[in-house]
């Protein structure tokens, strides 16, 4: 994933090369620190347990590092360290005061029973502190995290300071009882299904009546799903990590969704077949939305994929050669730095009602929301026809340059 990251970043470069220096460009190559801390918290079997955990600011010249935590068994400092960098140019390109930052925790959040799981998010927090501040690094949640871990992380930031609650934004996607924002959860979902019609609309293709395959039913995927039916979709596939159903005449949402609620996967709902998890990315579609990990369209499954638009709900799950085929084949890509930036622009607007102690409407939030990601998919799109260039290359393009603004504004020290 970070060959990837930086593959992107290199192309990139290129088309930039007259506007800025190379000393410049190189400077937002490699992250400004990552660090590795082992936990040992004492779990409820009486034993202390040992977990790693990662940490990487990999651009604050913007403002704070902003990023999730991962938690899951095989995430990795490479990993943290790609997704911290894609996390700079998602805020660069979505316009928020925003770095990239991310932490990973290596552990499996479905073995570990809710207590354990506060236990563990406790001690990392614990860890963590010198870097969790609403001025350095504002985490939030990600695959394997939710908003009661970051609950956790604002009543344990708040307890070592000796105060009822904390003064500033130090985490988002809380609970809306703790200062957290109403849509916050469903922002990242909600802004794939606006890019996805804007990308349909500028195809002279309408929504309504549109097919589509979701790779993942976690909370962006779901959320997507959801939010495209609303618009008059129709959801066609779905996967999860234990299976992957279809139906051609479409979904069932409301009932899928149940389902899932009962049984925590999708496998075995009747309204649909099992077909295997690759085969569900290449089966006739619209729109394909890959919401789930890394590196899962690549150069063996791109050129059989029949979607005309791939939407990324999920971060970086497109290499650059599978890139390279789609393109070719006239597909069109909305790049996850846009695609799937509603979750940190709403966490900007939860940072903010946090820091001025104001409170904003559901309905405010997902007004501001649809405008933003209609407004930078616009600008993007602008962009690629003006330079004749991918939806991805073009968002690059102008995450790259706001990033090396601020660090020319800023001056050649320290």
Not at 243 to 265: E, F, M, Q, W
Request: proline residues 5%; hydrophobic residues 40%.
């Amino acid at each position: 994933m970070l060959d990837h990251a930086l593959a992107n970043f290199d192309q990139t470069v290129r088309l930039l090369r007259n506007e800025f220096s190379p000393d410049l460009l190189l400077k937002m190559r490699e992250p400004k620190e990552r660090s590795e801390m082992r936990l040992s918290p004492e779990l409820s079997d009486g034993k202390s347990h040992s977990y790693r955990a990662f940490i990487v600011h990999h651009n604050r010249a913007l403002g704070a590092s902003k990023g999730g935590i991962r938690m899951t068994p095989n995430v990795t400092i490479d990993e943290v360290t790609a997704l911290a960098m894609e996390m700079t140019w998602k805020c660069a390109l979505i316009g928020v005061p925003f770095g990239g930052g991310k932490s990973g925790i290596v552990a499996d959040p479905e073995k570990l029973s809710s207590r354990d799981k506060e236990t563990l998010i406790r001690s990392f927090t614990r860890n963590a502190q010198r870097h969790i501040h609403p001025l350095v690094y504002v985490p939030a949640p990600d695959m394997g995290t939710n908003e009661r871990d970051m609950g956790h992380i604002k009543d344990a930031i708040s307890y070592s300071l000796g105060q009822a609650t904390t003064q500033g934004c130090y985490v988002t996607g809380k609970p809306v009882i703790m200062g957290g924002i109403p849509g916050r959860r469903e922002a990242t979902g909600r802004g794939v299904a606006i890019t996805t019609a804007a990308a349909m609309k500028t195809l002279g293709r309408d929504l309504k009546g549109a097919t589509v395959i979701v790779q993942g039913f976690g909370n962006v995927g779901a959320v997507a799903a959801q939010a495209l039916a609303e618009l008059g979709a129709r959801v066609t596939g779905i996967s999860d990590v234990h299976a992957a159903i279809y139906n051609p005449a479409g979904l069932n949402l409301p009932a899928l969704t149940a389902y899932v609620r009962k049984n925590r996967s999708i496998a075995g709902f009747a309204g649909a077949r099992s077909v295997s998890g690759a085969k569900l990315l290449t089966l006739p579609c619209d729109v394909l939305v890959p919401a789930a990990t890394g590196n899962q369209i690549t150069k063996d499954n791109a050129g059989k994929i029949q979607a005309k638009v791939i939407a990324e709900g999920a971060n970086g799950p497109t290499t650059p050669n599978a890139d390279k085929i789609l393109t070719q084949r006239g597909v069109t890509v909305i790049p996850d730095i846009l695609c799937n930036a509603g979750g940190v622009f709403v966490s900007y607007l939860e940072y903010t009602q946090e820091t001025q102690q104001e409170q904003m409407t559901e309905t405010e939030v997902r007004t501001r929301l649809e405008q933003r990601m209609k407004d930078k998919f616009a600008l993007v799109r602008q962009t690629a026809q003006e330079r004749k260039l991918p939806l991805r290359q073009a968002a690059m393009v102008l995450a790259v340059r706001n990033v090396a603004s601020a660090l020319e504004a800023r001056g050649s020290l320290p």
